[in-house]
């Protein structure tokens, strides 16, 4: 008894191993063999249907078949990208693997220092893996601190680090300027502002180098505003004031409050806005300073809003 081996050549061609040798037959149209005791299998080869971290395309593993392969994104393929199931019953050429994509040691910027960085796979990094820089003293980065090892085994682009200086400050008109006693300002080093006694400062208190070279603000003193009203209640931040007692010493440049105003006609009371701007604020026209004299008025303030 021998138990026959055939293998699909095309639709009618057969290749039969009886008792170990090969011989060549000819399917019929029927696709049944005349003898009962032979019948027509494809060769099969291994299975094959999974590769690690790739994907395999595939429709049977029989003979005469193709499969092919990708991996996923941060492998390559190591081997070929597509075999086939032989006569024999073994892939040709030999099924691959997905070998991970590595960067080598990232190069260092000049003036820069690698602040982070843990190679995954002995010196060497693994896709996404990442690398941060920071610069030197004095020194500006310019491009992302921040490196990526990109599926192509390269890092992405590197940053640059350029020494910049900034000029002196220059001290504003009714105020001072302090900043550090070195020969050159460079990149992050700060300077303080302040004004002489009834002004004040328009920006900030401290300013820093940027690294564009310029200083982050130019801040300036500003004169305060002396009331010309000797009596008036005011909105002020939303709320109601009195004006002679919340701005005695005067209001600050930049300060806003409204004042009331009646209408005559409709004997109801709107406000009117008014800011010190540089020693100067307008009082609106439409304001009338409530006499004392007059105590049978009613101050506008205390008339119904339009
Ligand atoms: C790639 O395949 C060859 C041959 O199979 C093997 O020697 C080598 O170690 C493989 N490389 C990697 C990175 O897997
Ligand atoms: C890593 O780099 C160091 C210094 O260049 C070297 O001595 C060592 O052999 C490297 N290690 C590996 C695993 O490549
Ligand atoms: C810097 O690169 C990282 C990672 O590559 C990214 O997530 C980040 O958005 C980048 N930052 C800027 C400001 O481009
Ligand atoms: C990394 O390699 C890819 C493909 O070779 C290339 O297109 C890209 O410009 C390289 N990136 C850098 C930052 O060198
Ligand atoms: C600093 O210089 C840059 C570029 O010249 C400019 O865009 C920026 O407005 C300047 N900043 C200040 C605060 O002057």
């Not at 996923?72 to 006569?87: A, D, K």
């Not at 019953?89 to 080598?104: M, Y």
């Not at 109801?268 to 008014?274: L, R």
Request: aromatic share 10%.
């Amino acid at each position: 008894m021998f138990s026959p081996v055939l293998i699909l050549l095309s639709s009618f061609l057969c290749h039969a191993i009886v008792a170990g040798r090969s011989k060549r037959f000819t399917c019929p149209l029927t696709g049944m063999w005349p003898i009962n005791t032979l019948k027509c299998t494809p060769r099969v080869c291994p299975f094959a249907g999974i590769l690690e971290n790739g994907a395999v395309r595939y429709t049977t593993f029989e003979y005469p078949n193709m499969i092919s392969f990708a991996c996923n994104t941060g492998f390559y393929l190591n081997g070929t990208s597509s075999s086939q199931c032989t006569e024999e019953g073994k892939w040709s050429p030999e099924l691959p693997v997905c070998a991970a994509i590595t960067c080598p040691p990232p190069p260092v910027p000049k003036f820069a220092t690698l602040h982070v960085h843990k190679p995954s796979v002995g010196n060497n990094s693994l896709y996404r893996d990442t690398a941060v820089f920071e610069c030197l003293p004095k020194y500006a980065m310019f491009g992302n601190n921040t490196i990526t090892c990109t599926a192509h085994g390269n890092w992405t682009e590197l940053p640059e680090c350029r020494e910049v200086k900034c000029p002196f400050p220059t001290r504003p008109d009714n105020g001072f300027v302090n900043y550090p006693a070195k020969q050159v300002l460079t990149y992050k080093d700060k300077a303080t502002y302040g004004c002489h006694d009834t002004y004040n400062l328009d920006g900030p208190g401290e300013v820093e180098c940027t690294k564009m070279g310029n200083w982050s603000a130019q801040p300036s003193c500003k004169a305060s505003c002396k009331l010309s009203v000797k009596k008036a209640t005011v909105l002020y931040q939303g709320e109601r004031v009195k004006l002679q007692e919340k701005f005695k010493d005067g209001m600050k440049h930049g300060e806003k409050v409204s004042f009331f105003c009646k209408n005559k006609e409709k004997k109801c009371s709107y406000t009117e806005e008014a800011q010190c701007i540089d020693g100067t604020i307008e009082i609106p026209k439409c304001f009338k300073e409530h006499s004392s004299l007059a105590f049978w008025k009613t101050d506008a303030s205390d008339v119904k809003p339009c």
